[in-house]
């Protein structure tokens, strides 16, 4: 790209001194709710998106008002697991500053909405009072670190999650620009910044680092851009499965993007995860796409230099070669509800989130029961990759307590959690979203209810198919891996996928476009029908579609070395 | 002209003659462009010298007057193509000026001799926000006469939408419905734009290069020129004007309600600067005469004598006379003939006169002291409607025949009743848009803006106050004077209250405004005022003066006029160093060079 223009990103970040830019000036303008053009995109990599509330544009617009202007706070949790003493202290939070919500992710951070410009500092210190940070949750460097919240074995969880912590501190940004703005930390006089990893001009886009530990894919491996799969042998760790490339997200009309599973490469063994993570990035930061920030993601650095050259690149950076690939399996990408025990003895109740919202509704008291979960808990609290929770680790004998908080506040058991229900995930997108052409968290859920008419109908009430909804199709609820996903097109016009896998290993591809919700059930009730008489025993519906042609598995396989 | 003397054989000549029979003129106009393109991106030995001394020379060599291309732009499509089109027209030779709808003033449009229209859609068949303005603009009532303007539109779409480069269709009609020409039709495009996009860009500036040859008749009105019928109506004779347009100012949650009002005064020849204000007059809420003819037992059908003449009563209570406030009219004229021992008493005394008007209306008059009232004694205690007087925010060099008001809705609850404001909420609650209301000009050779167009200007005007300072911006802006000006603005919160905000960052980008400084009194523990930011800016607001600046406040009498007197003060003091007594000087000599001028209320 030499001579080339770079994208504007690129000389907002040289300029920026390290991610400072003037983003303690822009919080002191007292004329708008705004931060200056470039401060918006530095502010990110502090974990923070200027947004304005959506619903309110026109209005406002007409009314000589600028838009609402509020900032949402990504929190750092690698591995998404918080005490209880964090979760009171965000709960606080989402009301003190935020809109009273809070949304659990599908990369197991937390998020809060509505956040104005001068309450950003004071929020973003509070969280840093509690252990947490937000630093680098956003931005073109290594993002909230995923790691499958497995309750079953404790032991083997314990080491992945470690190393998840590990992997997150090791690619952090070492500016201490976060520190001076939101902590009041000085600069230490003569300590010029350095950023030995990524280089003052940081990665040329996102990058997403996810481990799991088989049977179970729920934090979709394949998606990030870096995944490792553990592998076991009699209930110990041996090493790690690497697979590179994985990224969803893609632009309409724009050929050259496109979703991408990640491709298994090789096998590390424990000790060399480090350094494997630091040769994909190093060689990501040195050729990664920095004209054209929609070519930039990892897996088109792969496409257009080839996967092998890659792998040969890591190992030349690593000195060593990988072993080939050891054999795993995935059977699921959701997530079990209910209680289990895990080999610790101690046990562990995945809770049912729509969309990850975290708020108190007329009869259904969410906010308040995990509110008064923390108080008594005295496990930790676990995210799961699809936007659920995990109130982890508790002792037999405090079972009924906890039961007790969340019937009370009528979040047990609740009659609607079908199966369909509960396989379905939906991304933020408006009344937030700069970026969402149509509604999906708050949308879904009404549609999830018209479907299970006809799910109840076919008596498929029970069945778990993946289903799955992003406002654009930048898919940051998957929905490339739904086994029904919709991406949104314009205000109620969604287009319709099919075809996924059920444990993520098979992209959907597109089934029909710009359907408005009645398109959607004349669609689909046919199809389920179909699938209720002919599937045959244990066939997935995502398997289904594919063997009866309804959709084409063009879609690039994942390929394993 | 026959084919068969140009550069062909004759079955070519043929075969063009029979493609080219029954084509109108617009597609012909049409394919000479489309043709000079091809031959734009052919080699250059494949075109023949006729071909060449055809379209593309001479687009080249007759200047066309100005091109102004407006784009309307989402995710930045039509914005690259607007852009490709003016280096495209420079080359040619053409003078062209690209303009973001999104901050384009639609007013300009009758400036525009040659327009072209790069749009896109989005939403459901909906402009971009960006071109949500110009869009509406367009379509309103307000839309200017365009028939001296020569247009072209390119429509940027998906065809997989149902509407279809909608919002590029509404602009081609909409200007062809203002009267304006269109020169080459107009052309839609696919996601896949390129092509077709290039097509119409030649077309058009060929198009644009043949018609220059006969200048457009502009007849571009002078802005400037007032009216030639001296203003017959005034405050006897006040001028019924409509409203077009009726906005709540305040957010969403806002404790505040402001309505900012925009009247036509076409035909009436009024003329207005900025720093006059308007009177206008109010009319009863049927609410409070129902409650005052039940108090009094009319019916309302009676027949009165009125100042204007013999009405019926329900008629002269809406129109002709006040209900709200008290006045201390009516307790005299009430007394005398209720003979009340108790209003006597009140009457004896100012102070006590005082405390009983605040809040009172006549209903509470006549519902405290009843007494038989008939319909001309009715009448006779009330106080004849006057007008009430509002800053005008608008300034007739920008927005010509209309009027701009900004109004603070008063309402509040005293003696058991919600009271409204006479004048303010017949403008809230019983006027909308297109209806009319009685209004005449009020001059202030008292409040405006310095004779020197260079000399710094120094607003402060929190709340409603601030609505000369929007004429006074407008002003400045089209008469393009250079003096500095720095607005000191307050109201309550920050995130609803901010009056204008969207048109103070226009002007602070533009630098129309130089400096502004806020103050919103709720938006923290302890209340902070104008003042307090002038004080803040001691030092700068002093040299300011020093170099000349006129200083003017306008809004809330009662406490703010007296704050910002004062916190002036204190700051000459400071900053010059001198006694109160010297101070006091300095203020005088401002006042009498006529550089510290208020407009309050
Ligand atoms: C909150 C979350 C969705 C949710 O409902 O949980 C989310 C929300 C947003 N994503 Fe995402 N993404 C989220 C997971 C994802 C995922 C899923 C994953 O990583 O497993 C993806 C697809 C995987 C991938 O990265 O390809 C994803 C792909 C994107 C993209 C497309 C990136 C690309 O290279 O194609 C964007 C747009 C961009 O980066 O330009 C984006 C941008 C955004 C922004 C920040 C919009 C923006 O740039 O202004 C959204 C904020 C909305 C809001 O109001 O909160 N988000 N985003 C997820 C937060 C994860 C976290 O805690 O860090
Ligand atoms: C030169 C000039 C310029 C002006 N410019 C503007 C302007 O730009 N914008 C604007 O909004 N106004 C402006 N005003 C004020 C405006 O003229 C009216 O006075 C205002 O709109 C109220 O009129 P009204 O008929 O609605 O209320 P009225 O019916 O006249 O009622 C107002 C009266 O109600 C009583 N009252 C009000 N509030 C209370 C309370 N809380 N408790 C008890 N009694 C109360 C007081 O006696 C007050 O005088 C201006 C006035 C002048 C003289
Ligand atoms: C959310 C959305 C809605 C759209 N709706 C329409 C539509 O209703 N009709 C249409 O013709 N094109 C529609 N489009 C397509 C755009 O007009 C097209 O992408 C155009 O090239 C955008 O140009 P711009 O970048 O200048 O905004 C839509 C695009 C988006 C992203
Ligand atoms: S998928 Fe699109 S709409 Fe949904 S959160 Fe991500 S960026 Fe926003």
Not at chain 1, 409 to 414: H, S
Not at chain 2, 55 to 76: D, E, M
Not at chain 2, 162 to 182: H, N, P, S, Y
């Amino acid at each position: 790209m030499d001579g080339q223009k770079l994208s504007d990103d690129e000389y907002i970040k040289d300029k920026s001194d390290y991610l400072r830019g003037t983003i303690k000036e822009s919080l002191r303008n007292p004329l708008t709710g705004a931060l200056d053009p470039d401060d918006v995109k530095l502010i990110k990599y502090h974990g923070s998106y200027q947004q304005y509330d959506r619903d309110l544009d026109t209005e406002r617009k007409k009314q000589k008002l600028e838009p609402l202007y509020q900032f949402m706070i990504r929190v750092r949790t690698p591995g998404g697991i918080t005490t209880p003493g964090q979760w009171i202290a965000l709960d606080k939070l989402s009301d003190q500053y935020g809109n009273s919500t809070m949304k659990l992710t599908t990369r197991q951070s937390f998020q809060f909405h509505g956040i104005f410009k001068n309450e950003l500092k004071p929020t973003i210190k509070a969280i840093n009072d509690e252990l947490l940070s937000t630093l680098a949750t956003c931005g073109d460097v290594n993002r909230n670190v995923m790691c499958n919240p497995n309750p079953y074995q404790s032991k083997i969880h314990e080491e992945v999650y470690a190393l998840a912590g590990e992997i997150s501190e090791h690619f952090l940004p070492k500016t201490s620009a976060y520190h001076e703005i939101w902590l009041d930390k000085e600069k230490v006089a003569g300590t010029p910044d350095k950023e030995p990893l990524y280089s003052e001009h940081y990665l040329p886009r996102k990058f997403k680092i996810g481990l799991t530990i088989p049977p179970n894919n729920d934090i979709d491996v394949f998606a990030n851009d870096l995944g490792f799969i553990a592998i076991e042998e009699d209930n110990e760790i041996v090493g790690y499965n690497v697979c590179i490339g994985g990224g969803l997200g893609s632009t309409f009309g724009e050929k050259s993007t496109y979703p991408r599973l990640a491709d298994v490469i090789g096998f590390v063994p424990k000790d060399k995860v480090i350094a494997v993570g630091e040769a994909v990035i190093t060689i990501q930061r040195d050729y990664g796409n920095r004209v054209d920030r929609k070519n930039a993601r990892l897996k088109y650095t792969i496409d257009k230099h080839g996967l092998q050259w890659f792998v040969d690149e890591i190992e030349n950076r690593l000195g060593s070669k990988m072993e080939k690939p050891r054999a795993f399996e995935f059977n699921k990408n959701g997530d079990e509800y209910g209680w289990v025990k895990g080999t610790n003895d101690k046990w562990f109740y995945t809770l049912f989130i729509e969309h990850g919202r975290i708020k108190d509704e007329e009869g259904y008291r969410l906010k308040k029961a995990l509110k008064e979960v923390a108080e008594i808990l005295k496990g930790d609290f676990r995210l799961t990759g699809n936007q659920n929770l995990i109130i982890a680790n508790v002792a037999e004998k405090n079972k009924k307590a906890i039961e007790a908080v969340l019937e009370k506040n009528g979040v047990l058991n609740n009659e609607k959690l079908t199966g369909l229900r509960k396989s379905s995930m939906a991304c933020v997108a408006l009344n937030t979203c700069p970026l969402a052409f149509a509604e999906a968290e708050r949308y879904l859920p009404s549609l999830v209810d018209k479907l299970d008419d006809i799910m109840r109908k076919h008596n498929l009430q029970d069945d778990e198919i993946n289903i799955r909804m992003t406002g654009c199709p930048n898919n940051c609820a998957r929905s490339s891996l739904g086994e029904i996903g919709f991406v949104g097109r314009a205000p109620g016009r969604y287009n319709m996928y099919l075809g996924a896998s059920h444990n993520g290993d098979r992209l959907n591809s597109l089934y029909k476009e710009m359907l408005s919700e009645e398109n959607i059930l004349q669609e689909l009730d046919p199809i389920l029908g179909s699938y209720a008489q002919e599937r045959e025993p244990g066939e997935e519906f995502g398997d289904f579609v594919i063997r009866k042609n309804l959709v084409d598995t063009t879609n690039r396989p994942l390929q394993i070395l | 002209m026959d084919l068969k003397k140009g550069p062909f054989n004759d079955k070519q000549a043929e075969k063009l003659q029979e493609a080219l029979s029954g084509l109108d003129s617009g597609q012909l106009q049409w394919l000479s462009g489309y043709f000079s393109g091809i031959i734009q991106n052919a080699p250059a030995v494949s075109a023949t010298p006729q071909q060449q001394n055809t379209a593309a020379p001479q687009a080249a060599a007759s200047k066309p007057q100005k091109l102004h291309i407006l784009f309307g732009s989402h995710t930045g499509n039509s914005e690259g193509l607007a852009e490709n089109l003016a280096t495209f027209a420079k080359e040619k030779g053409i003078e062209t000026e690209v303009s973001d709808m999104a901050s384009f003033k639609g007013r300009n449009l009758k400036k525009i001799d040659n327009l072209a229209v790069i749009v896109s859609t989005h939403g459901l068949g909906e402009p971009p926000v960006q071109a949500e303005d110009l869009y509406n603009f367009i379509h309103s009532k307000k839309a200017p006469d365009l028939s001296h303007m020569k247009f072209s539109v390119l429509a940027l779409g998906d065809s997989s939408y149902v509407d279809f480069c909608q919002t590029g269709k509404d602009f081609d009609i909409a200007l062809e419905k203002l009267g304006a020409q269109r020169i080459g039709p107009r052309q839609d495009c696919d996601v896949d734009y390129e092509e077709d996009a290039e097509a119409w860009q030649n077309s058009f500036i060929n198009a644009l290069a043949q018609t220059s040859d006969q200048p457009a008749e502009a007849e571009t009105p002078n802005e400037l020129a007032a009216p030639k019928a001296a203003a017959k109506f005034s405050r006897k004779n006040p001028f019924e004007a409509t409203i077009l347009e009726k906005i709540e100012l305040n957010g969403r949650g806002s404790s505040k309600e402001t309505i900012h009002l925009e009247l036509d005064l076409e035909g009436s020849g009024l003329t207005y600067e900025p720093g006059d204000a308007l009177g206008v007059y109010g009319a009863n809420s049927e609410y409070l005469i129902g409650e005052v003819l039940k108090a009094t037992k009319l019916s309302g059908n009676e027949e009165v004598e009125t100042h204007q003449g013999k009405k019926n009563l329900l008629e002269a209570l809406t129109y002709d006379y006040e209900l709200t406030p008290l006045s201390k009219l009516s307790i005299t004229k009430y007394a005398e003939l209720t003979e009340s021992k108790k209003l006597k008493e009140i009457l004896s005394d100012n102070k006590k006169i005082q405390d009983y008007l605040l809040g009172r209306d006549v209903l509470d008059l006549i519902q405290e002291e009843p007494y038989k009232l008939n319909p001309d004694e009715l009448i006779s205690v009330l106080r004849k409607n006057t007008p009430r007087m509002y800053s005008i925010a608008s300034s007739q060099q920008a927005v010509e025949d209309e009027v701009h008001l900004l109004v603070s809705v008063v309402r509040y609850e005293a003696f058991g009743r919600n009271k409204e404001g006479h004048c303010s909420t017949t403008l809230a609650d019983r006027l909308k848009v297109d209806d009319k209301v009685k209004v005449f000009v009020d001059k202030n050779s008292r409040f405006k803006l310095p004779q020197d167009p260079e000399a710094p200007v120094i607003m402060v005007g929190p709340g409603t106050g601030v609505a000369p300072f929007r004429a006074f911006m407008q002003h400045k802006e089209v008469a393009e004077n250079k003096g500095k000006s720095w607005l000191f603005f307050g109201d309550r919160n920050f995130r609803t209250d901010f009056l204008y905000q969207t048109e103070w960052q226009q002007y602070l980008d533009e630098g129309v405004l130089t400096k502004a400084d806020v103050a919103f009194s709720r938006d923290q523990e302890e209340k902070q005022y104008v003042q307090h930011r002038m004080l803040e800016n001691g030092k700068e607001l002093y040299d300011w003066l020093e170099q000349g600046a006129h200083f003017y406040v306008c809004g809330d009498a009662t406490r703010m006029a007296k704050d910002v007197d004062n916190a002036l003060r204190e700051i000459i003091q400071q900053q010059g160093g001198v006694t109160p007594e010297k101070a006091e000087e300095y203020i005088k000599y401002l006042q009498v060079s006529k550089r510290y001028q208020t407009d309050i209320y």
